[in-house]
């Protein structure tokens, strides 16, 4: 929360184009332990190119790329979550077929004991029961963890896919466009499960078009424009008209 | 079923009781219409109700002999119809599991040739000959996997390939005739001694429960859920896709590959026209079991009993006297009423 702290999560200079598309043009972003940091620009911004190094789904082609004050090269968005930074994508990163409690715990799923855990073997009832748990402890209640996600509302598959992403995170949580489609109140509630993690004391970057939810949850706004980051400041300095302004490049 | 009733709920201070598991509190005649209405459940009852019909039209249906020979029929469509409900549910499709049977059945029955005119006992020629099917499915199958995974074809272009490749070598190895001087015993183990069951008949379904352990129990089958119902969701939960891709056609075609032997053992020999067309009996047993070709949906249940049905009309057909093509048009007619049930469901789901 204080300036002065070191980093949790940074990206130096980072660069990327696609044939003679400049996507990120020598980008650098941080985020501390406890803060939240709001990532906004138009369309074509290169915020999505931006959220996917910073997950670790794509290598930028130049830059580098800390944790921890350590340097890293993310081979896989796997790689990523091992180390503890969790991405929320725009696109559904729900298995729609499965039931909450399988999209809560997969890829990381708890196997039952001794040697049919080894053959993979899974302790359903013990991540029907954790999933439901995990997900109020950051302030979501779901009907039931058995339940196909399918069934759900789309306000709710997005309660579960939030939930998720918080309750795993151990370091950094990455949340690209978490409130698109959803209502007021959903969003509202999505904004305070943001502060619960901020709370936590993970670094949250949270990359949204709803100005007001930025400036209502984010410590900082960092503000990109043509692949370039054009400003970068404490959420204070802004109000929507400035930050509107700075984002179209009519306000400088 | 809102998202929560307090807008500013406190994270970690719920107040409302964890809503309890469906099961619990549904009364019973809905849970009697649900078991009726269930797709496993109208699979069986006409299962059933074919056996009925048939045994009524020809007493002869109605015994331990015609239910052996028609579960000799189901056993290696079986094992493809298992093979294709992994790759289906993943979201694929291998139309190569025909020609990988014929493909194997002739690999393992040159092996079993030679190792007999080298004077080895039967026991052991014929155990040889089963790791050779399997291992020569298993190598179709991971060809299949590499078009896939690295030169990036979609699934039925790919196994498409390996049908006419597979296909053509079986044809182009044997001038098209049968592959025989093998074991002189391997023909006896297809005769039943466990009521209508033989030896390879209890390997099948050994197999076919194995199978419906890790589809419905195990990670393996989670994971190929996942990837069928939302590969993005799974490649973003850290799964590796093509690693698992790759271990559902390597096993796809490691099924093919029994089913080969399976048809070896019942006709004594490895005839290349084996398999010609199994991977449409196979795909129907599924379709008809409740899988959905779009991937994530079905039950290793539904495709037993799919099979099963499949293997008692074509029998039944026969035995009640009737133009054996007429199968073809029943065949139809049931993935017509299963799949236009299944969107039923769905749409009554929804509203």
């Known amino acids: 929360m204080t300036d002065t702290s070191a980093p949790l999560y940074e990206v130096r200079n980072i660069s990327k184009s696609y044939g003679s598309v400049i996507a990120l043009d020598n980008a650098s972003l941080a985020v501390r332990a406890g803060e939240v940091v709001g990532l906004v620009g138009d369309n074509g911004a290169g915020k999505s190119t931006l959220v996917k190094a910073l997950a670790g789904a794509h290598r930028p082609d130049s830059g580098q790329i800390f944790l921890d004050g350590i340097e890293r090269h993310w081979a896989s968005p796997h790689e990523a979550l091992q180390a503890g930074v969790e991405t929320l994508y725009q696109e559904s990163s729900l298995a729609p077929h499965l039931s909450v409690s399988a999209n809560v715990f997969l890829g990381r799923e708890i196997v039952s004991p001794g040697l049919l855990g080894k053959l993979g073997f899974l302790a359903q009832k013990k991540m029907d029961a954790e999933a439901h748990a995990d997900l109020e402890r950051v302030g979501i209640a779901v009907p039931a963890s058995n339940r196909p996600v399918s069934q759900l509302s789309g306000g709710q598959r997005q309660a579960v896919a939030i939930g998720r992403t918080v309750s795993w995170a151990r370091k950094v949580i990455i949340l690209d466009e978490p409130t698109n489609h959803l209502g007021a109140r959903q969003s509202k509630e999505v904004l305070q499960v943001i502060r619960a993690a901020k709370a936590k004391g993970l670094g949250v970057i949270f990359i949204s078009h709803t100005l007001p939810h930025i400036l209502e949850v984010t410590d900082r706004i960092v503000v990109l424009r043509l692949g370039k980051i054009v400003k970068d400041a404490p959420t204070s300095d802004f109000d929507v008209d400035t930050l509107l302004g700075t984002i179209t490049g009519l306000l400088v | ?351």
């Open chain 2, 1 to 351: 079923m809102a998202l929560t009733e307090s807008p500013e709920l406190a994270p970690g201070a719920n107040p409302r009781p964890p809503a309890s598991p469906e099961s619990h509190s549904t009364p019973l005649s809905e849970r009697l219409t649900g078991f009726l209405t269930n797709q496993q459940t109208i699979l069986l009852l006409v299962l059933i109700g074919m056996v009925v019909v048939f045994s009524i039209l020809n007493p002869i249906f109605f015994s331990l002999d015609v239910f052996g020979n028609v579960l000799l029929d189901w056993g290696p469509v079986a094992l493809i119809a298992v093979a294709e409900t992994f790759v289906i549910i993943s979201g694929g499709i291998d139309l190569s599991v025909g020609a990988t049977l014929g493909f194997s059945g002739v690999i393992a029955a040159y092996a079993m040739q030679a190792m007999t005119a080298a004077g080895m006992g039967d026991s052991i020629t014929i155990l040889c000959g089963t790791l050779v099917a399997a291992a020569t499915g298993m190598f179709v199958g991971f060809v299949n996997s590499l078009l896939i995974n690295r030169l990036h074809l979609v699934p039925f272009i790919a196994t498409l390939a390996t049908l006419g490749a597979a296909g053509g070598m079986s044809i182009v190895l044997t001038g098209g005739a049968p592959v025989g001087d093998g074991p002189q015993s391997a023909i006896d183990l297809s005769v039943p001694w466990l009521g209508p069951l033989s030896w390879p008949l209890i390997v099948v379904i050994v197999v076919v429960i194995i199978a419906g352990l890790f589809l419905h129990k195990a990670r393996f089958g989670r994971y190929t859920y996942a990837i069928g119902s939302n590969p993005f969701a799974a490649l973003a939960a850290g799964i590796n896709v093509k690693r698992h891709l790759t271990k559902i056609y390597v096993l796809s075609g490691l099924l093919s590959g029994l089913a080969g032997m399976f048809l070896y053992i019942r006709l004594g020999s490895g005839a290349p026209t084996s398999g010609v067309g199994d991977e449409l009996d196979a795909i129907a047993a599924v379709v008809i079991g409740g899988v959905a070709l779009a991937g994530g949906i079905g039950r290793m249940s539904g495709t037993v009993l799919g099979s099963l049905i499949l293997a008692t009309v074509t029998s039944g057909l026969i035995i009640i006297g009737v133009e054996p093509n007429w199968k073809q048009v029943v065949v139809a007619i049931l993935i017509a009423a299963a799949v236009s049930l299944q969107a039923l469901r769905a749409n009554g789901k929804r509203s």
